[in-house]
């Protein structure tokens, strides 16, 4: 089992940088993989990123590939999300999540969720 608790939320201004950290506690960080989903208010939760276990490989979501980038540090139980270039339509709060399978999309296969981080961002 993995307890995740996000942080680094914020107001920003359109063109700024946020990045948001996601810490997990427990031993077995290293044997999931993580993802990054968002939600805007009135609208479903929707995948931003996810990375394996290893940190070795990652994927995005189209609208944001080439401007947010996922991490991990294994050794600090923490996964980043590194995200650049903001726009008024990625305001939504942001979970992180844990699967037992890496290369989903898809929030049912992700069993341990944080309590989420509000991102605001201003035009």
């Known amino acids: 089992q993995v307890h995740l608790v996000e942080s680094g939320g914020g107001l920003v201004q359109a063109g700024a940088s946020l990045r948001l950290s996601c810490a997990a506690s427990g031993r077995t960080f290293s044997s999931y993989a993580m993802g990054w989903f968002r939600q805007a208010p009135g609208k479903e939760r929707v995948f931003v990123a996810a990375?394996?276990?290893?940190?070795?490989?990652?994927f995005y979501a189209s609208s944001v590939k080439g401007r947010f980038t996922v991490s991990r540090d294994n050794a600090k139980n923490t996964v980043y999300l590194q995200m650049n270039s903001l726009k008024p339509e990625d305001m939504a709060v942001y979970y992180c999540?844990?699967?037992?399978?890496?290369?989903?999309?898809?929030?049912?296969?992700?069993?341990?969720w944080g309590q989420g981080t509000q991102v605001t961002v201003s035009s």
């Open positions: 990375v394996s276990r290893g940190g070795g490989n990652t």
């Open positions: 999540a844990a699967s037992k399978y890496y290369g989903t999309s898809t929030a049912g296969e992700y069993g341990y």
